[in-house]
C-alpha cells in the first residue's frame, strides 16, 4: 500500500524567502521517504531594512504580500494537504514584524510562526543531519543565515551544546556586527569544544552549498579548511559585478557569500577544525519533518 502527500514549509529568512514543496512517501514496512518535489526561492532581503532600520520597509512589505499570495496559489496547485511557515531573526526583531504576520494571515491566508535562533536549530537538527554524524566523532554544526548564525557541538551522536549569535550575513555586509559579538562567538567555540582532541565541522546554508557545488566534491566528502581559505581568498580579488559575471554567482549570492564564508573559517579556526562537511539542509528540511512528526503544530489548509 503506497501513500503519498504533500507537504510545504515556507522559511522567512533575513536574505530570502522559501517555499519548499515535498511529497511523503508512505509505504507498508518501508521507512517513510521525503522528496523535494519543488523550490522556490525570492531574494526579498529582509535584513537589510530590519537591521538598519528596524521596521520593514513599504516597499518589501508589499514584496512580502505578493510573495506570500504566489506562495499560497503555488501551494493550492501542488494540492498540498498540510503547510508551516516561520520567520527568524529579521521578521523577528522588526518594530512591524508582528503586524507584517497579521497582514500576511488576512490577505494571503497563510499564518507565520515568528521563532527563536535556539528553536530554528532545534528544527533544522530535526532533518537528516544525524545521518551524517558518525557517533564515534565529534561535530560543531554551523547553519550561517543572513541575521544569525546556529552552533550546534555533536558528541558520540548528541547535542552537548547549542547557541544562536546574531552574526549573519546581511549583518556583516552593513557592518553592524560589534566586536564583542565576535569575541563571544570565539570565547563559546573554544571554551566547547577544546575538551575534544579532533572535531569536525558541518555547514548548512546557502552559501555553503554553492561553494561545495562549485569545488566538484562528491557528496559526503569534505572541504578542507586549506580549500576553503583559497576560495575565500579568491573571492576579495573580484569586484561584485565581476563575481556575477565571472564568478556566475546570482547577485543576491555576490556580496553575502564573502561573509558567510569568513564566519566557516573563523568557526574552523577556533575550532581546530580541518574539515567542513556540506549536507544538503536547511530550515525549510526540518520545517517539513516537524509537520511529518507532529513535534511542532502544523496547519491544514
Same mark, same amino acid.
Given at each position: 500500500?503506497?501513500?503519498?502527500?504533500?507537504?510545504?514549509?515556507?522559511?522567512?529568512?533575513?536574505?530570502?524567502?522559501?517555499?519548499?514543496?515535498?511529497?511523503?512517501?508512505?509505504?507498508?514496512?518501508?521507512?517513510?521517504?521525503?522528496?523535494?518535489?519543488?523550490?522556490?526561492?525570492?531574494?526579498?532581503?529582509?535584513?537589510?531594512?530590519?537591521?538598519?532600520?528596524?521596521?520593514?520597509?513599504?516597499?518589501?512589505?508589499?514584496?512580502?504580500?505578493?510573495?506570500?499570495?504566489?506562495?499560497?496559489?503555488?501551494?493550492?496547485?501542488?494540492?498540498?494537504?498540510?503547510?508551516?511557515?516561520?520567520?527568524?531573526?529579521?521578521?523577528?526583531?522588526?518594530?512591524?514584524?508582528?503586524?507584517?504576520?497579521?497582514?500576511?494571515?488576512?490577505?494571503?491566508?497563510?499564518?507565520?510562526?515568528?521563532?527563536?535562533?535556539?528553536?530554528?536549530?532545534?528544527?533544522?537538527?530535526?532533518?537528516?543531519?544525524?545521518?551524517?554524524?558518525?557517533?564515534?566523532?565529534?561535530?560543531?554544526?554551523?547553519?550561517?543565515?543572513?541575521?544569525?548564525?546556529?552552533?550546534?557541538?555533536?558528541?558520540?551522536?548528541?547535542?552537548?551544546?547549542?547557541?544562536?549569535? %546574531?552574526?549573519? +550575513?546581511?549583518?556583516? =555586509?552593513?557592518?553592524?556586527?560589534? /566586536?564583542?559579538?565576535?569575541?563571544?562567538? *570565539? !570565547?563559546? $567555540?573554544?571554551?566547547?569544544?577544546?575538551?575534544?582532541?579532533?572535531?569536525?565541522?558541518?555547514?548548512?546554508?546557502?552559501?555553503?552549498?554553492?561553494?561545495?557545488?562549485?569545488?566538484?566534491?562528491?557528496?559526503? %566528502?569534505?572541504? +578542507?579548511?586549506?580549500? =576553503?581559505?583559497?576560495?575565500?581568498? /579568491?573571492?576579495?580579488?573580484?569586484?561584485? *559585478? !565581476?563575481? $556575477?559575471?565571472?564568478?556566475?554567482?546570482?547577485?543576491?549570492?555576490?556580496?553575502?557569500?564573502?561573509?558567510?564564508?569568513?564566519?566557516?573559517?573563523?568557526?574552523?579556526?577556533?575550532?581546530?577544525?580541518?574539515?567542513?562537511?556540506?549536507?544538503?539542509?536547511? =530550515?525549510?528540511?526540518?520545517?517539513? /519533518?516537524?509537520?511529518?512528526?507532529?513535534?511542532?503544530?502544523?496547519?491544514?489548509?
Amino acid at each position: 500500500m503506497l501513500n503519498i502527500k504533500k507537504y510545504a514549509a515556507i522559511d522567512i529568512g533575513s536574505n530570502a524567502v522559501r517555499l519548499l514543496i515535498s511529497s511523503i512517501v508512505e509505504q507498508k514496512d518501508q521507512p517513510v521517504k521525503f522528496k523535494k518535489t519543488s523550490l522556490v526561492r525570492v531574494p526579498i532581503r529582509l535584513g537589510a531594512d530590519v537591521f538598519l532600520n528596524g521596521v520593514i520597509s513599504e516597499e518589501n512589505k508589499v514584496r512580502m504580500l505578493d510573495t506570500m499570495t504566489a506562495f499560497k496559489l503555488l501551494m493550492k496547485s501542488h494540492k498540498i494537504v498540510k503547510y508551516k511557515a516561520c520567520a527568524t531573526s529579521a521578521m523577528r526583531e522588526a518594530d512591524n514584524g508582528k503586524e507584517m504576520a497579521k497582514l500576511i494571515s488576512k490577505k494571503a491566508n497563510i499564518d507565520i510562526d515568528i521563532i527563536e535562533g535556539e528553536e530554528e536549530a532545534a528544527i533544522i537538527a530535526a532533518t537528516d543531519l544525524h545521518s551524517y554524524i558518525k557517533e564515534d566523532k565529534t561535530y560543531l554544526y554551523v547553519d550561517v543565515g543572513g541575521g544569525s548564525t546556529e552552533f550546534s557541538i555533536f558528541h558520540l551522536g548528541k547535542t552537548v551544546a547549542s547557541k544562536s549569535f %546574531k552574526i549573519g +550575513t546581511v549583518r556583516l =555586509l552593513n557592518d553592524i556586527v560589534k /566586536k564583542g559579538t565576535w569575541l563571544e562567538l *570565539e !570565547e563559546w $567555540i573554544k571554551t566547547n569544544t577544546k575538551r575534544y582532541d579532533t572535531i569536525d565541522l558541518i555547514g548548512s546554508g546557502g552559501n555553503i552549498n554553492k561553494i561545495f557545488k562549485i569545488s566538484g566534491k562528491s557528496m559526503g %566528502k569534505p572541504l +578542507t579548511y586549506f580549500y =576553503l581559505t583559497s576560495y575565500y581568498n /579568491k573571492l576579495q580579488t573580484y569586484s561584485y *559585478e !565581476e563575481r $556575477i559575471t565571472e564568478l556566475d554567482l546570482n547577485q543576491d549570492r555576490a556580496d553575502v557569500i564573502i561573509p558567510a564564508t569568513r564566519i566557516y573559517l573563523s568557526a574552523m579556526k577556533w575550532s581546530g577544525a580541518k574539515d567542513i562537511y556540506v549536507p544538503k539542509i536547511g =530550515l525549510s528540511d526540518g520545517i517539513i /519533518k516537524s509537520i511529518y512528526y507532529e513535534t511542532v503544530s502544523s496547519v491544514d489548509l
